[in-house]
């Protein structure tokens, strides 16, 4: 890309801010989500704090920080090694989140006495997990445009549908009767 002219490589940078700040957009959204179905589980079922899952915001610096220069003076092979660092650390928090997540909704159901399924939105959390690792290992094996398209493709699918199960859950709670259960000294509803 060095041998581009001037205008092209301008064009082109500004077409990679604008496609990294609509996913950082839609990545807020998922957050949101996710806090909020934190927030509509009962304290004492929560596994996860749900102020912990913007740290999944830290995935994102790289993109900002090469965009912007920020690591100019740092060194190409440190630069790029600062970069997999965050998207490590990214993905194993991500990990982390999903699997309490899902037990903190089986908890609630568990809580109130209601029928699921143990860690429901478990398995679709891990697949996109593993798309991320998938991609991230696609760029650390430099394997070539088309693969790592197809994996930042399988990650978009992935997160969509993990999206999904968490905003489903999300309503499904938020619509549960309060004092289902009435040994719970948490959920006054019949007293």
């Not at 009962?42 to 994102?60: Q, Y």
């Not at 190409?76 to 997540?101: D, E, M, N, P």
Request: include cysteine.
């Amino acid at each position: 890309m060095d041998s581009l002219a001037p205008e092209t490589r301008r064009v082109i940078d500004l077409i990679i801010l604008l496609h990294t700040a609509g996913v950082l957009v839609a990545y807020c959204f998922y957050l949101k989500s996710v806090t909020g179905l934190l927030q509509f589980i009962s304290p004492v079922n929560r596994t996860i704090r749900p102020a912990m899952v913007w740290l999944l915001l830290l995935g994102f610096v790289p993109y900002f920080t090469n965009l912007f220069g920020t690591f100019m003076y740092v060194p190409f092979i440190l630069r790029s090694k600062i970069t997999y660092l965050f998207f490590c650390f990214a993905i194993i928090l991500q990990f982390f989140i999903v699997g309490r997540v899902a037990i903190a909704i089986s908890a609630e159901y568990r809580s109130r006495r209601l029928p699921t399924r143990f860690a429901p939105t478990f398995k679709r959390g891990i697949l996109y997990c593993l798309a991320n690792l998938v991609q991230l290992l696609m760029l650390l094996l430099h394997q070539g445009r088309e693969l790592t398209i197809a994996a930042w493709c399988l990650v978009m699918v992935t997160w969509i549908v993990y999206w999904v199960g968490v905003a489903r859950y999300k309503k499904a709670i938020s619509h549960l009767p309060v004092g289902s259960d009435p040994d719970s000294i948490f959920f006054a509803g019949n007293a």
